[in-house]
Nanobody
């Protein structure tokens, strides 16, 4: 199983970006999908979570600005980021709990990270 994160880039404050996290390989089911971020010199922090049923949760710092979603038929999750601030600058990683077959256990996988830079 591989997770491919994409969509990062350089954006001005107040701008928007949409990150994607595409899962490929032997996938039977995906439970939680999380987006994390890690800024230079800081610990990795949880930004947003979405369950298989579509329930979502956000860090206080991004509530009202970021939206997490998923397309189960495409095994893809998204993070729509609006009203971006310089403090949103970080490498963004996706993480997913995946079953590779009936009766197997849930295993967590990480994407490779995509850089988001918010600067004028």
């Amino acid at each position: 199983v591989q997770l491919q994160a994409s969509g990062g880039g350089l954006v001005q404050p107040g701008g928007s970006l949409r990150l994607s996290c595409a899962a490929s390989g032997s996938i039977f089911s995906i439970k939680f999908v999380d987006w994390y971020r890690q800024a230079p010199g800081k610990q990795r922090e949880l930004v947003a979570t979405i369950t298989s049923g579509g329930s979502t949760n956000y860090a206080d710092s991004v509530k009202g600005r970021f939206t997490i979603s998923r397309e189960n038929v495409k095994n893809t999750a998204y993070l729509q980021m609006n009203s971006l601030l310089p403090e949103d600058t970080a490498v963004y990683y996706c993480n997913a709990d995946v079953k590779t077959g009936w009766g197997t256990s849930w295993t967590g996988y990480w994407g490779q990270g995509t850089q988001v830079t918010v600067s004028s």
